[in-house]
């Protein structure tokens, strides 16, 4: 079987068994299996949910480089007063674009956690090998404005899927096939497809609904 047959096959599967037990477990994805030359390669994650998740991962890589320019400083993983300006300028952006504002925060809250996750993961890979441990250190205001960014560009991905999101069933179809390419693109280690299905989770619940 070719490669980009079992690619696109096991994404599939994924999605039905997903869509049939309502949650969402981003599947594992090794370099071997990325089809030589397949479009997926030039144009982002696949489907409706691809642009949205693509910047998703981006936020996670960034949270990379917040765990560098942590690391050895004795910086605490959680920012309690960080954490709540980032989710009030959320509201206020969202607001102002006509998303629904505590969608939006609920959303932007996984972020966070997922962030935390690649953070918590790194620290204990440079402790336990130190010679994996970065060597320089980013700036932490640089990572913020870039995080600002794409909070921005986040919440216009959002109000532009509102449309997809809002039924459950296919949204969640829609959402297994982007992460789905997304850790075959992207070459995802456990830890950040760990964090990819945490910051996706409230991907597809529409405004209004109870968190599970």
């Known amino acids: 079987m070719k490669t980009s047959t079992k690619v696109a096959r096991g994404i599939a599967a994924t999605a039905l068994t997903v869509a049939d037990t309502m949650t969402l477990t981003v599947p594992p ?55 709540e300006q980032v989710l009030n300028q959320v509201r206020a952006q969202a607001g102002a674009i006509g998303l629904d504002p505590d969608a939006a925060a609920a959303f932007f809250r996984d972020q966070i956690t997922a962030g935390k996750v690649v953070q918590r993961g ?34 216009a991905r959002l109000g532009s899927t509102v449309d997809i999101r809002a039924e459950r069933i296919p949204c969640v179809v829609q959402l297994v ?36």
């Open 122 to 155: 790194l620290f204990a890979r440079w402790t336990a090998h130190p010679d994996e441990a970065p060597t320089t250190r980013p700036d932490l205001g640089q990572i913020r404005t870039r995080l600002d960014q794409l909070t921005t560009d986040l919440l």
């Open 29 to 83: 994805a090794t370099a071997a299996e990325v089809p030589a030359g397949a479009a997926l390669t030039a144009n982002g994650s696949l489907g409706r949910l691809g642009p949205l998740t693509d910047l998703v991962v981006e936020r996670l890589r960034v949270g990379d480089d917040v765990a560098a320019a942590k690391f050895g400083t004795g910086s605490p993983i959680d920012d309690p007063a960080r954490e």
């Open 177 to 212: 096939l982007a992460t789905g390419s997304a850790v075959v693109l992207e070459r995802l280690d456990a830890l950040h497809r760990q964090a990819l299905g945490t910051a996706v989770h409230s991907v597809c619940r529409p405004a209004g609904s109870p968190a599970p």
